[in-house]
């Protein structure tokens, strides 16, 4: 097989294909000389991922990109390789896929015996375990839980959740938010801003009520109010006219009518939330949490990295193929 990968790297380009033999060859003299657990990443593998990296991103991958998607397919490659060595394939998760698969295999073949239903078993086992992405992917994943599981204690000091607070203060101000009722016309062909002005005046002057305002009005989006919202995420609703309305309003006032995409809108504003910075001891927790989380992914990367560092990992494939 290696043999001809390499006959046919040397037809289409001898000298790279001969540079690219040598090291092959110097490779494989390695496995048999290393005292490390071997991984073997075939250029089939690899071109087949470069193809799902370019479908995705509709583009080939330039030389970095390259370096990337090959570091990645070896991290995934040796974390499967030692799953396989802790024998998290024997886990009843992947008993139950290969059940599956088996019971599927079953219905489409033929059977002459149970000696032929086991032979066919056999061979979907051994196949499923080779190739199956289901198993592969929970296989990989039961490998870092297992690594991270074996991480030590994670502790993090008052003085680094001080320090946090100190340098990231912006986390833990919240803005201004206010929620409000409006009565609705939506947008049409008609001029609508005589029947908004006339609900206002009502309003005002207390001859119409809310409810009976909002049966008069359109409603938007099924809403007659909207829960506490921020400057920004009014405007993103609304526009900045809209929004800009609302904050200068008092509490507890009807708007003069106001124009947004939508329509007329008669704003009432019912609750304002100021704007709070949480202390230090109100943001302890939440700091303590997103710390440990950093930690514990930076010791994980470190265990994976020392796995990887543990084999010997041999790439059948030229750069600039």
């Keep these: 097989m290696i043999i001809g990968r390499i006959n046919q790297h040397f037809e289409r380009m001898p000298l790279r294909s001969m540079l690219f033999a040598g090291l092959l060859i110097l490779g494989v003299s ?13 250029a089939e593998l690899i071109e087949q991922r470069i193809a799902s990296w370019s479908v995705q991103m509709e583009q080939a991958p330039d030389d970095d990109q390259l370096s990337l998607i090959i570091e990645q397919t070896t991290r995934e490659q040796v974390l499967l390789k030692e799953a396989f060595n802790r024998n998290l394939q024997d886990l009843p998760q992947v008993k139950r896929r290969l059940e599956q698969l088996a019971n599927i295999a079953m219905q489409t073949e033929s059977k002459e015996s149970d000696l032929t239903d086991l032979m066919i078993i056999k061979q979907l086992r051994e196949q499923a375990l080779r190739s199956d992405p289901v198993i592969h992917n929970f296989l990989r994943s039961s490998m870092i839980m297992t690594l991270e599981r074996a991480l030590p204690p994670i502790s993090i000091s008052q003085s680094d959740i001080a320090e946090y607070y100190r340098t990231h203060q912006l986390e833990f101000t919240y803005p201004e938010r206010r929620s409000i009722n409006h009565v609705f016309i939506a947008k049409s062909a008609a001029n609508n801003a005589p029947e908004i002005s006339t609900l206002l005046e009502e309003l005002i002057n207390l001859t119409i009520d809310y409810p009976n305002a909002l049966k008069a009005s359109d409603r938007f989006y099924g809403a007659k109010s909207l829960a506490p919202k921020t400057y920004d995420e009014m405007a993103g609703i609304f ?20 124009s947004s995409a939508f329509g007329e809108h008669l704003v009432w504003v ?19 949490t997103k710390l440990a989380d950093q930690k514990r992914q930076s010791l994980l990367q470190d265990a994976t990295t020392q796995l990887i560092g543990s084999y010997q990992v041999i790439i059948e494939y030229p750069y600039g193929h």
């Design 30 to 42: 390695r496995i048999l000389t290393s005292p490390l657990p071997t991984v073997i990443i075939d």
């Design 239 to 258: 526009g900045h006219q809209f929004a800009e309305t609302t904050w200068k309003l008092p509490q507890h006032h009807w708007s003069q009518p106001i």
């Design 270 to 288: 019912e609750s304002i939330l100021p704007l709070k910075q949480l202390s230090l001891e109100e943001s302890s927790s939440e700091i303590n």
